[in-house]
């Protein structure tokens, strides 16, 4: 795992990277195939048979990981169909009920603990395969706050299997990807950064996800999944095509030192630049306000992610905390505020100098 340390606002802050970022640690295995250790593959062990989907090949630097949709079964027991390939810093898992393949389920559960808020997540990859056109591939993190537990989830056949699970991703992603069997125990959902498209990359491409946020809390968990093909989707059981295979490298998260909205006295600052550290200038009539003691707030995180059935789901941002921006107050019509904004790994430092004037 890679580390940073950084001293913001006289305390020391540790912000995490995800374990194993260049892919290089193979010191596992499934069936005879090398596995990562820190990662896990959506390998499928049921009714007396492995089929791998997770696989090391040679990356942009040393080796990286290898995913791929592929056709599976068992014809002698009329067993078949196409798995999503994909790999998480969670557990992906598989149910049958007995041998009736209608019941069939998978998902993610788990995670890593973490209590960090990066601002974007950078990702190498490589998609390749003859539908690439036809089935979004997904880059996807999120974190939570507490334990999610349900009962049932959908199946191959529309209904839904009963099995239990803890921090499932459908039971955390319920604005976007959520448990259509209903969710028992509910969490909050602090993060997300979602990136899919239907898209085939021959050469290395490095694609940057945004992170959005939902709360201002820290989370206590994240978790983060690669996919080939479509999944997550809402259990992803068609639209899966043989072949479709994402590779993908040196991973990164990114940790800012911008604000993206700035609130003043519970307002909207529209004009505000966030990308300047020259002055600028409010006045307190465009914001409908009076002159009074000011109050300042830092917004980041804001946006909307669609899912694959259209609907949109709105992140608000969250508020910049004390160890994060700090506040130099002004006077009115005289010097301006100072405001100095730090990453949470230390990486960066920004100051705005905001002009207020009655």
């Known amino acids: 795992m890679s580390i940073f340390y950084a001293v913001v606002c006289s305390t020391l802050v540790v912000a995490q990277q995800l374990p194993d970022p260049h ?15 820190d990662w896990h593959g959506s390998n499928v062990n049921q009714v007396g048979s492995k089929f791998t989907f997770m696989f090391q090949k040679q990356g942009r630097t040393g080796f990286c990981a290898y995913v791929t949709d592929r056709a599976i079964g068992i014809p002698k027991l009329n067993l078949g169909a196409t798995g999503p390939g994909y790999m998480s810093l969670g557990y992906p ?30 990702v190498w990859i490589k998609r390749v395969g003859a539908n690439t056109d036809k089935e ?24 839904c299997t009963e099995t239990e699970r803890v921090n499932e991703e459908s039971d955390i992603r319920s604005a976007t990807d959520g448990n259509e069997c209903g969710i028992d125990q509910p969490v909050r959902q602090v993060a997300e950064g979602w990136y899919r498209a239907r898209a085939k990359y021959n050469e290395w491409t490095q694609i940057k996800v945004p992170i959005l946020y939902k709360s201002d ?4 968990m994240c978790n983060v999944i690669f996919s080939a093909g479509n999944y997550p989707a809402f259990r992803a059981n068609d ?27 519970g307002k909207e600052w529209k004009a505000f630049n966030p990308n300047t550290e020259k002055v600028q200038t409010c006045k307190l009539s465009e914001l409908g306000l ?47 505020w100072i405001i100095t904004v730090k990453a949470e790994d230390g990486s960066s430092t920004h100051t705005y100098k905001l002009k207020i004037e009655n």
């Open 93 to 122: 898992w598989q149910y049958l009920k007995g041998l009736n393949l209608n019941s069939a389920t998978a998902g993610t559960e788990g995670g890593i603990p973490w209590k960090y808020r990066p601002d974007t997540m950078v």
């Open 23 to 37: 892919f290089e640690n193979w010191s596992d295995k499934f069936k005879s195939d090398v596995q990562l250790k």
């Open 239 to 265: 639209g899966l095509y043989d072949g479709n295979a994402l590779y993908v490298d040196d991973v990164e998260l990114i940790y800012s030192s911008r604000i993206d909205k700035m609130m003043i006295n």
């Open 217 to 220: 809390g820290r989370p206590t």
């Open 136 to 159: 979004d591939f997904h880059l996807l993190f999120y974190s939570w706050s507490g334990t999610a537990k349900s009962s049932h989830y959908k199946s191959k056949n529309g209904g």
């Open 290 to 336: 009076q002159p009074s003691e000011i109050k300042i707030v830092g917004m980041r995180g804001i946006g909307s992610l669609t899912n694959i059935k259209g609907e949109r789901a709105r992140f608000n941002g969250r508020k910049l905390d004390s160890q994060e921006m700090v506040v130099t107050p002004g006077e009115i019509n005289g010097k301006p």
